[in-house]
């Protein structure tokens, strides 16, 4: 009688989960279909513009222009108070919710910032397309509120995974990013059923991953170990630069010019002018070339700093993209810059400096040496670990996004639970 | 003033992080160094005792007088209630501490164990091993005991990276393994460390990592997919069936065999006559060579089932080693088995099956995805994903380690903190 409870026991247990499994692999797969097919369009639009962009540079002079469109439509849709990824960061923490018309904004401005020059990155409006989505489709099959959070991640996973083609990462970012230190593994099953689904129909559609080759591997010695942590000191303070060069030019503008019209056509006009003064197009848009030549151990000495000037310009004005490729452009500069002062393959500083920054301001470890895998492969993988753990360690709680939670202390194994500071 | 207030501030701060950092960053690559040596002194130990034991194979006749040895050195050292890995990581939250006679003692036995046949793995006794040296280390230097937590996660990193050449898996499992959920990443500096030291150091002494080669690769399309995900449901199901039968034999011995003696020698005899049944060496020691097969595509179809019979009955009887290498040989064997069946790369399955056996029975899906790119290299990647993302779902809250926390439920976002069922 007793084991005939327990099997029965046992038998409800394993169909609840099978149930469970069953729901989530479907809606998953289907989330990642859709926010794959949104963010391979939205590649695929970027591409385009990026590349009528670059035979057409006077498109710069428009800037101006650009930039009050983009602000005309936010208060058109009677959303100013855009906090970008942030906003993402905040749905998961079930604070707040991702209005839908986010999503096709995000998708235009993004869009404008880069066909006329803004210096940004795509990943952070795919992050809130993906969430965007993923948060609309959880309410129309009438989620409840814990699992609505799970939807955002995935929707996330989704799109990171779409455009950037780094499924393996993209399922861990989503779980990691949001509270430093706590692993939501309730979502493992659909953000890497979402992010796979995703990055297949992306690579389909001819979206392919940046894949990047290090030249000249030095052994890994005691010598070459030392100067990547030098150079993995070196990440961190530059993170926390970043971080305090977004922040700090932000309330410059928010206390200073108040209105968000004049504020664009300010920043765009000091854009414009540094451009004509540095006579360059390396800081318009995402810069990947930028970031394939240094890569390759070719690097302008300044170009780390004039990155992070034009990227606080555009983004802090109102100009929309995201974060996350100029902090890889910052530390692969800076990197190759490293390599060739201290005398170790700059190919290899490159790459260690753009995983080391990357890390630095997003906070998240396991992503940074996910990514690094999938972008460089196996080889190199100690001089990875060193320069990302070292640059997490010594960033501080600086971080991009205001609404991220870390969790745990990074010096004491102590519960703080404090927002990042940026 | 004010200003050089605020400089002093973070020039202070800076100092204190670059102190933490250096003062890590030279004990952890200490105790890299040093479980590095130790661990890689028991790796060429095990190796040599492997190998005369695979040339003389009658010593298993000798494993009662075997078991009778090792129950006797632990009775001498007084040390009978013994929880194995579980002791470690109740260090690591703190509730208790690991002695260090535990060092020598886990040491001789694993060796024993391996020299007469027993069917045991190696990490955990390596685990074991690093953490009860690192805990050492860490009082002789006087470190608090939030740090001494950091301490022995260090060690185990070491000895996981130098006894199995993994240094990326062997980082993060310490700081995954101790509370599911949440990653101790004030460790990760260290961890990284000594884990990168210890692995070049068993490098360099010439234990490398055994690395596999997947044949026959299909590509990622929905129907090798819903395969894999089949495999995945069956490796959950398997690793609570070998969690369970681990557990229940150890209960049944604790009840029906109080006497230590008695208890060793009828399950030596059991495996004596067992062995003689089947008339193989397939199942004494870890079993690499047969996980080798496997993954080459052959398999006895039953291996699977024989190896958690004598796993259980070796290390439940209190012969030593571990259970991470017969969970490799289980998943390994019954994946080449599945694949063989249901007609896809038994190849591929047996690696799949390995890590999702892994997955499910540590509860740690990082790690199980790192071991994967350390051992089978980034193809395949998204099979791997598949497996070790469903086996995790699906595996509940069983556990090897009964002193492992599940903190967060794998179901929903929900805070739940409760030990692993075993």
């Given at each position: 009688m007793r084991q005939i409870k327990m099997i029965r026991f046992y038998i409800g247990r394993i169909m609840r989960n099978l149930a469970v499994f069953i729901r989530w692999g479907i809606f998953s797969a289907f989330v990642g279909l859709f926010v794959g097919a949104f963010s391979t369009l939205f590649a695929f639009c970027l591409r385009q513009v990026t590349s009528f962009r670059t035979e057409n540079?006077?498109?710069?002079?428009c800037l101006p222009l650009a930039g009050v469109v983009i602000v005309f439509l936010y208060g058109v849709f009677r959303y100013k108070n855009d906090k970008g990824t942030n906003m993402v960061l905040s749905s998961i923490h079930a604070e707040a919710e991702v209005p839908f018309r986010m999503a096709p904004l995000i998708f235009i401005s993004t869009i404008i910032t880069h066909l006329f020059g803004?210096?940004?990155?795509?990943e952070g409006a795919a992050l809130q397309l993906g969430g965007s989505i993923g948060q609309q489709l959880g309410k129309l099959f009438r989620f409840d509120e814990k699992d609505q959070r799970i939807v955002v991640m995935c929707g996330m996973s989704a799109a990171f995974s779409a455009i950037f083609g780094t499924p393996i990462a993209a399922s861990i970012f989503s779980m990691e990013v949001?509270?430093?230190?706590?692993?939501?593994?309730?979502?493992l099953v659909p953000c890497v059923f979402s992010s796979l689904v995703a990055s297949k129909f992306a690579n389909h559609m001819g979206i392919g991953p940046n894949v990047f080759k290090i030249r000249q591997m030095p052994l890994f010695e005691v010598v070459p170990s030392l100067k990547v942590i030098g150079l993995a000191l070196c990440c961190a303070a530059l993170s926390v630069v970043f971080c305090m060069a977004l922040h700090s030019l932000g309330d410059f503008y928010r206390n200073k010019l108040k209105n968000p019209y004049i504020r664009i056509i300010v920043s765009s006009l000091v854009i414009i002018l540094l451009t004509i003064i540095l006579?360059?197009?390396?800081?318009?848009?995402?810069g990947v070339p930028v970031i394939q030549r240094a890569i390759q151990?070719?690097?302008?000495?300044?170009a780390f700093v004039w990155k992070i000037v034009f990227t606080a310009l555009t983004l802090e004005a109102?100009?929309?993209?995201?974060?996350i490729v100029p902090s890889f452009f910052v530390g692969a500069t800076f990197g190759c810059l490293f390599g060739h002062i201290v005398g170790i393959s700059p190919s290899l500083c490159a790459a260690v400096g753009m995983m080391s920054v990357f890390c630095g301001v997003t906070n998240c470890p396991i992503t940074s040496m996910l990514i690094a895998f999938e972008l460089f492969?196996?080889?190199?993988v100690p001089f990875f670990l060193l320069g990302i753990s070292v640059s997490y360690l010594m960033?501080?709680?600086?971080?991009?996004?205001?609404?991220?939670?870390?969790?745990?202390s990074k010096y004491k194994?102590?519960?703080?639970n404090r927002k990042a500071r940026n």
């Amino acid at each position: 009688m007793r084991q005939i409870k327990m099997i029965r026991f046992y038998i409800g247990r394993i169909m609840r989960n099978l149930a469970v499994f069953i729901r989530w692999g479907i809606f998953s797969a289907f989330v990642g279909l859709f926010v794959g097919a949104f963010s391979t369009l939205f590649a695929f639009c970027l591409r385009q513009v990026t590349s009528f962009r670059t035979e057409n540079p006077w498109l710069i002079l428009c800037l101006p222009l650009a930039g009050v469109v983009i602000v005309f439509l936010y208060g058109v849709f009677r959303y100013k108070n855009d906090k970008g990824t942030n906003m993402v960061l905040s749905s998961i923490h079930a604070e707040a919710e991702v209005p839908f018309r986010m999503a096709p904004l995000i998708f235009i401005s993004t869009i404008i910032t880069h066909l006329f020059g803004g210096s940004a990155g795509r990943e952070g409006a795919a992050l809130q397309l993906g969430g965007s989505i993923g948060q609309q489709l959880g309410k129309l099959f009438r989620f409840d509120e814990k699992d609505q959070r799970i939807v955002v991640m995935c929707g996330m996973s989704a799109a990171f995974s779409a455009i950037f083609g780094t499924p393996i990462a993209a399922s861990i970012f989503s779980m990691e990013v949001v509270s430093v230190g706590v692993m939501y593994y309730a979502a493992l099953v659909p953000c890497v059923f979402s992010s796979l689904v995703a990055s297949k129909f992306a690579n389909h559609m001819g979206i392919g991953p940046n894949v990047f080759k290090i030249r000249q591997m030095p052994l890994f010695e005691v010598v070459p170990s030392l100067k990547v942590i030098g150079l993995a000191l070196c990440c961190a303070a530059l993170s926390v630069v970043f971080c305090m060069a977004l922040h700090s030019l932000g309330d410059f503008y928010r206390n200073k010019l108040k209105n968000p019209y004049i504020r664009i056509i300010v920043s765009s006009l000091v854009i414009i002018l540094l451009t004509i003064i540095l006579q360059t197009d390396d800081y318009m848009g995402a810069g990947v070339p930028v970031i394939q030549r240094a890569i390759q151990g070719n690097v302008e000495p300044l170009a780390f700093v004039w990155k992070i000037v034009f990227t606080a310009l555009t983004l802090e004005a109102g100009f929309k993209g995201g974060e996350i490729v100029p902090s890889f452009f910052v530390g692969a500069t800076f990197g190759c810059l490293f390599g060739h002062i201290v005398g170790i393959s700059p190919s290899l500083c490159a790459a260690v400096g753009m995983m080391s920054v990357f890390c630095g301001v997003t906070n998240c470890p396991i992503t940074s040496m996910l990514i690094a895998f999938e972008l460089f492969g196996y080889h190199g993988v100690p001089f990875f670990l060193l320069g990302i753990s070292v640059s997490y360690l010594m960033s501080g709680y600086y971080g991009l996004y205001h609404d991220q939670t870390i969790v745990y202390s990074k010096y004491k194994t102590e519960y703080i639970n404090r927002k990042a500071r940026n």
